[in-house]
């Protein structure tokens, strides 16, 4: 190693600190053992030492060398004195050029700490976790690539200056820092852990049945309104007393199409709070709107079934209804939260959730969310909403009610 160092020292070889500290990496210089900065100065020596003694050698070799038409004839001293050459070869091995490092002293303390209440994401986060244990952060070295100066059009490499970075086992996908120092950004910006980070998070379960039930509670919004809207429509074109009678033989009471403002609102402050990262209280929206534009849609089926609106519309409504009430539920099980309580609702052998069971459930994950989260509590009391079924919650909420609640709704 003395002779080699001296040697490549005098042939201009780059050190080894002084590669790390010209790219930004000194504070990972500090990291290596002793062994570590040997291994990675003899693969730089190398790189300048090896191609003059292979070239030492070869002409050694070429001027013993006698040709003799078919004949080649080389000088067996010629031969003694080439491998005298090559003794100052310095070999490389297939890893020379990188090292392992301590993760725990590259990691910032925050690049595993998850930025939203996803437990997808807590998930996923414990994976990578796992995984960068496992293939370990990596430093590596590569010379950088320079244009020929005997032939511009050819690109060689260029052994006293090099290109340095981290990565993902000891040829895996390159971890972005400009420092050494991973933080959050760096480990997103690894090809393999962002694209699994979108994959398992951005699209993964949890996030992706919330997105599809706010589709699915957004459309029967609309078809729910649609009806209401053409209910009204009935009603203004019917001749003058026939509504009155209608309504008045059956008992009826034509709700307000305010009815469905208040689950809007609450679907959309959920969709806001899905784009934050606020998985819970987007949860907590999802069904509290659920369960409201359930009990419109029951509200308007209601006055279909007591006047003469229409069979074919009475069925209309109550799939709006049924559709709102499954998506409560997957609200209630989303996140795992709420699921054996809600499976075993109904009792053994029947398969049948009924209204009160996902109100009941409901009434107390929400009402945790809200305890926790009074802010929100406030905003949804601002909120008018169609009442519920007698003993049900989430629409016609009294004081001291429930489990943390609070005040409750204002209802119709």
Sequence with gaps: ??????????????????????????SVLAQLTAAQ???????LDALVIDPLVQQEANDVLRKGTKIYGQLVYTDPEAKRRADKVMRAYVPLHQLDDCVRLNLALLLDSKALVPTSDNPDEADY?????????????WLRLSPKMVRDADDPSRWVKDPRHFEVW????????????????????????????GANYYEKVDQGPVQSTLDREVRRLSSEIDDGMQLHIEIARIRREATIGVVEASDFLGGADFPSMDIWNGPQKILVRAMYLMN?????????????SAIAVRDAANLLHKYIDKSTSGAERSVKVLKVARTAGKVAEVGLVV???????????????????????VDALAEREVGRYLARNPELAGELNQVR????????????VKGGHSAGAGEGFTHW
């Design 125 to 137: 986060l414990a994976k990578v976790r796992k995984t960068l244990e496992y293939h370990g952060v």
């Design 276 to 288: 934050a990262g606020q998985i819970w209280g987007a949860r907590a929206l999802l069904i509290v």
């Design 37 to 43: 900065q040997m291994q990675l100065q003899t693969y």
């Design 166 to 193: 981290l990565s993902l086992g000891p040829r895996g996908d390159a971890i972005p820092t400009k420092t050494g120092r991973i933080d959050r950004e760096a480990l997103l910006s690894t090809q393999v852990i």
């Design 1 to 26: 190693m003395g002779d080699s160092r001296k040697r490549a020292a005098a042939l201009g070889a780059a050190t080894i600190g002084e590669v790390l500290t010209t790219t930004g990496y000194a």
């Design 335 to 357: 996140t795992g939260v709420g699921a054996l309580a809600l499976s075993g609702s109904a009792g053994a052998g029947t398969v049948a959730v009924t209204e009160s069971s």
């Design 385 to 396: 909403l169609a009442p519920g079924p007698r003993g049900t919650i989430l629409g016609n």
